[in-house]
């Protein structure tokens, strides 16, 4: 159960490539919208939900008959994810209560994610959503505790009670392990935020004892399927199986958390000036082979169409051109492969920094038109280009 935040974390920040993108990065099912967050469902939480009755119903089996036991087990899964849900929402309430956007709630194998926009301005509210989660799960497992000591129940509801009760204490405590990309680790990059002044201090250190965290769950995972022999040994596997994949998803979120700090310390350099492409201009009757060629002859990496008074009305695709055949471009006009230039895809040659990383987030596309403070064209910007620019970090 993590949340995330801001948009550039584990990946280059120059973002999507065209209008679909929103569409091909849903994280699963959209379920419905609350408080106006979208509420997504991955297909990989119908697996845990079968795998979730199946082992449960063994233990429901011995107060219910089969084919109840299945369907109390299953309801067992729903509640259980029900209250990762609940953890998922108090971040994004608490988020949006200090006016951070919530991009979404995701529901997944592992548990759920809430995708928040940007970052917390401070230490003490980043410290306070992270903590917002693990403590609905402290709660509700008090309240399970509460409900079983007081209350005289039937043999199934006390099943579910305790079961959820100990899900979410399990819960609550694991995300308050203290490394990145989980809630503790979220706590501990506040705490060292706190103390330096500086957010990248706490995300590195705490990204850092992430990698120590996902290693320990390894080793905790090895341990039981060394020692549990006997009738608790497919358990032990089982076990080992998992903190594999816990400890896999702990090492790639820490990771990313210490990558993503490297690549904010790039961005203040970044310059659209120094990355652009030369661009050769074009009517859009001009065949795409003679364009190719005066481009070539300009030593230019971009071509844009203008009309024939020199203003630019459209950008060249690279990749279209890429994917023509040498013998059609004779016979395709270089118009044909354009795509219209809107004022959100003119840009500032003299563009840098968040500024610029921030202008390409708002209108995602593969090619920008830079221009100099009186409208001359002074090049090409690719997003190739910029991604380029974080490689390797």
Same mark, same amino acid.
């Given at each position: 159960?993590?949340?995330?935040?801001?948009?550039? $974390?584990?990946?280059?920040?120059?973002?999507?490539?065209?209008?679909?993108?929103?569409?091909?990065?849903?994280?699963?099912?959209?379920?419905?919208?609350?408080?106006?967050?979208?509420?997504?469902?991955?297909?990989?939480?119908?697996?845990? +939900?079968?795998?979730?009755?199946?082992?449960?119903?063994?233990? @429901?089996?011995?107060?219910?008959?089969?084919?109840?036991?299945?369907?109390?087990?299953?309801?067992? +899964?729903?509640?259980?994810?029900?209250?990762?849900?609940?953890?998922?929402?108090?971040?994004? @309430?608490?988020?949006?209560?200090?006016?951070?956007?919530?991009?979404?709630?995701?529901?997944?194998?592992?548990?759920?994610?809430?995708?928040?926009?940007? /970052?917390?301005?401070?230490?003490?509210?980043?410290?306070?959503?992270?903590?917002?989660?693990?403590?609905?799960?402290?709660?509700?497992?008090?309240?399970?505790?509460?409900?079983?000591?007081?209350?005289?129940?039937?043999?199934?509801?006390?099943?579910?009670?305790?079961?959820?009760?100990?899900?979410?204490?399990?819960?609550?405590?694991?995300?308050?392990?203290?490394?990145?990309?989980?809630?503790?680790?979220?706590?501990?990059?506040?705490?060292?935020?706190?103390?330096?002044?500086?957010?990248?201090?706490?995300?590195?250190?705490?990204?850092?004892?992430?990698?120590?965290?996902?290693?320990?769950?390894?080793?905790?995972?090895?341990?039981?399927?060394?020692?549990?022999?006997?009738?608790?040994?497919?358990?032990?596997?089982?076990?080992?199986?998992?903190?594999?994949?816990?400890?896999?998803?702990?090492?790639?979120?820490?990771?990313?958390?210490?990558?993503?700090?490297?690549?904010?310390?790039?961005?203040?350099?970044?310059?659209?000036?120094?990355?652009?492409?030369?661009?050769?201009? @074009?009517?859009?009757?001009?065949?795409?082979?003679?364009?190719?060629?005066?481009?070539?002859?300009?030593?230019?990496?971009?071509?844009?169409?203008?009309?024939?008074?020199?203003?630019?009305?459209?950008?060249?695709? $690279?990749?279209?051109?890429?994917?023509?055949? /040498?013998?059609?471009?004779?016979?395709?006009?270089?118009?044909?492969?354009?795509?219209?230039?809107?004022?959100?895809?003119?840009?500032?040659?003299?563009?840098?920094?968040?500024?610029?990383?921030?202008?390409?987030?708002?209108?995602?596309?593969?090619?920008?038109?830079?221009? $100099?403070?009186?409208?001359?064209?002074?090049?090409?910007?690719?997003?190739?280009? @910029?991604?380029?620019?974080?490689?390797?970090?």
């Amino acid at each position: 159960m993590t949340h995330s935040a801001p948009p550039t $974390e584990g990946r280059t920040p120059a973002g999507g490539t065209g209008p679909d993108d929103d569409r091909a990065a849903r994280p699963g099912l959209l379920m419905g919208r609350l408080l106006g967050v979208p509420i997504y469902v991955s297909p990989s939480w119908f697996l845990v +939900a079968v795998l979730v009755t199946v082992m449960f119903e063994g233990q @429901v089996h011995d107060v219910v008959t089969r084919p109840l036991s299945y369907l109390v087990a299953f309801t067992y +899964a729903v509640l259980l994810y029900g209250s990762v849900f609940v953890h998922e929402l108090s971040h994004a @309430v608490t988020a949006r209560a200090f006016g951070l956007p919530v991009r979404s709630v995701t529901l997944h194998i592992l548990g759920g994610e809430t995708s928040i926009e940007r /970052e917390a301005p401070t230490p003490g509210r980043e410290f306070l959503i992270a903590f917002a989660g693990p403590l609905v799960n402290l709660v509700l497992a008090g309240l399970g505790l509460l409900l079983h000591a007081t209350l005289p129940l039937p043999d199934v509801a006390l099943l579910l009670i305790e079961a959820l009760t100990f899900a979410n204490l399990l819960v609550g405590v694991f995300n308050l392990l203290p490394g990145l990309p989980l809630d503790g680790g979220r706590l501990v990059r506040a705490i060292v935020w706190k103390a330096t002044g500086r957010s990248r201090n706490g995300a590195i250190f705490a990204g850092w004892v992430g990698r120590a965290v996902a290693i320990g769950c390894l080793i905790a995972g090895a341990y039981l399927a060394t020692y549990n022999t006997g009738e608790g040994g497919g358990i032990g596997w089982l076990a080992l199986l998992w903190s594999a994949l816990v400890a896999s998803f702990i090492w790639v979120g820490a990771t990313q958390a210490i990558r993503a700090e490297r690549v904010r310390d790039r961005i203040p350099l970044l310059s659209a000036r120094r990355l652009a492409r030369r661009a050769t201009l @074009v009517t859009a009757d001009v065949p795409l082979a003679e364009a190719i060629r005066r481009a070539q002859q300009d030593h230019a990496g971009a071509i844009v169409i203008a009309d024939h008074d020199g203003k630019p009305l459209g950008l060249v695709n $690279e990749k279209a051109v890429t994917a023509t055949p /040498e013998h059609r471009r004779p016979w395709i006009s270089a118009g044909d492969l354009s795509r219209g230039i809107d004022d959100h895809l003119t840009l500032p040659a003299d563009i840098t920094g968040e500024d610029l990383i921030e202008a390409l987030r708002r209108a995602p596309a593969t090619e920008y038109l830079l221009v $100099e403070p009186d409208g001359r064209v002074y090049g090409v910007l690719a997003v190739t280009d @910029v991604d380029r620019a974080f490689a390797g970090v």
